[in-house]
């Protein structure tokens, strides 16, 4: 029994599993399992502690986003998914009832924190009302738009931060 739990969740962990192409009944997707660290706060000691990770498994149903995971995506690597999320109970090998955790991904992006990431040129874009998007410009075109020039300012000006001031620093708990 399957049930529908969310639209365009998001969930970020590592990968642990290889990503590999599956045969189905509806045709060919790419699938992995995505591990997402847990962690709860004890109140006693203060701390944050690791607890057991939720595993997702993922499948990617989208040739051309399947294609991609298959050349890039690595066992360890943090990445994170977004798409349709659903829960199914079932029986392990020992009897064992339990719940499993799906995602029929939408997109899969790699975290640029914990890997080393390349973008380079890919497939364009080419739907209906895509015409339009950056994905059609031209590196030349875009640097020429009077939108993007007068936002082409140091970064440090849109953080109130001064050149050679204090350093950005990350999120912290």
């Known amino acids: 029994m399957r049930q529908q ?22 045709g060919q997707m790419v699938a992995f399992r995505l591990a997402e660290p847990q962690q709860a706060f004890n109140k006693e000691t203060r701390q ?4 057991a990770p939720r595993y997702y498994d993922v499948a990617v149903g989208r040739e051309q986003l399947g294609k991609n995971v298959l050349a890039s995506v690595e066992v360890g690597q943090r990445v994170s ?8 109970a079932y029986v392990d090998r020992d009897g064992k009832a ?14 640029m924190q914990h890997n080393t990431v390349q973008v380079r040129p890919g497939v364009q874009a ?20 009077p939108g993007w020039q007068a936002s082409n300012q140091p970064v440090e000006q849109h953080f109130g931060v001064e050149q050679g001031g204090p350093a950005l620093s990350g999120p912290s708990r």
């Open 81 to 88: 998914v977004t798409g349709n999320h659903s829960m199914e």
């Open 5 to 26: 739990i969310d639209r365009d969740k998001t969930v970020t962990g590592y990968v642990a599993t290889e990503p590999k192409t599956v045969e189905t009944a509806r």
């Open 48 to 51: 944050y502690e690791d607890l």
């Open 126 to 145: 080419g739907g209906p009302g895509r015409e339009a998007g950056l994905e059609r410009q031209s590196p030349e075109r875009v640097a020429a738009d």
């Open 98 to 111: 339990g719940l499993g955790n799906r995602i029929w991904a939408e997109d899969v992006s790699a975290s």
